[in-house]
Each structure stands twice: as C-alpha cells, then as structure tokens.
C-alpha cells in the first residue's frame, strides 16, 4: 500500500490535534534523527553493533523521522504537498535542474 503526504497528515492531525504540541513533537523528531545518526555511525564502522540487519533499522529511524516532521506540519496546519512542490521549483531553477518534482510527476502519470 502506498500512502501520501496528504493522507499521512490528515492521520496524524485527527491523532494529536489536542493531544501534544509542536514543542513536543519536535523533541521527539530530535531523537529521532540521534537514532538516524546512530545507525549511520554502525553502518560506517565508527560504532560497535552486534545488529545485523541495519538497513531495516534505518529505514524504520528514517520513518520515524517523517512521522514527527508531518506531524508538527498537520499541528500547524501546514499543506506539506504544495510547499514541497513550490520549494523544489524554486530549486530547479536555482540549481538549473532539467525536471522539477512537478514535471516528474507530471510525466510519470
């Protein structure tokens, strides 16, 4: 199953409208991207691990990670879709880039 970021944000805004805060939903989301950091520190060699399966454990940090950044948008009541789009037009065109998101999703309909 695939989901988007407006279906993820409208989840998490009916799950923590008036339930927790931005201020606590981005300590949580700092945790996170220590336990990304973690995982890439075992996956270079600079940390000791007795894990095996690093890649899994990455992908599940990283998760984490856009549920706290998603969430503090919803609590915000942010449209991530079209900021992300808008933002990534202005950097196709400040970085001279062929495709903008837009266009790429465009052309992959």
């Known amino acids: 199953m695939k989901?988007?970021?407006d279906?993820?944000?409208?989840?998490l805004t009916a799950h923590y409208s008036g339930r927790t805060t931005e201020q606590s939903m981005f300590m949580k989301l700092v945790?996170?991207?220590?336990?990304?950091a973690e995982v890439l520190n075992k996956r270079a060699g600079r940390k000791a691990t007795n894990e095996t399966?690093?890649?899994?454990?990455?992908?599940?940090?990283?998760?984490?990670?856009?549920?706290?950044?998603?969430a503090i948008a919803a609590l915000n009541d942010i449209?991530?879709?079209r900021i992300i789009l808008e933002k990534d037009k202005k950097a196709a065109v400040?970085?001279?880039?062929t495709m903008n998101l837009e266009q790429f999703l465009t052309n992959k309909e």
Do not use: F, P, R, W
Not at 7 to 11: C, G, V
Not at 31 to 36: L, M, P, R, S
Not at 53 to 70: F, P, R, S
């Open 7 to 11: 279906d993820l944000q409208a989840y």
């Open 3 to 5: 989901i988007s970021i």
């Open 79 to 81: 449209d991530l879709s």
């Open 94 to 97: 400040k970085y001279n880039h």
């Open 31 to 36: 945790e996170e991207i220590g336990e990304v």
């Open 53 to 70: 399966d690093l890649q899994e454990q990455l992908g599940t940090e990283l998760a984490d990670m856009i549920h706290y950044i998603v």
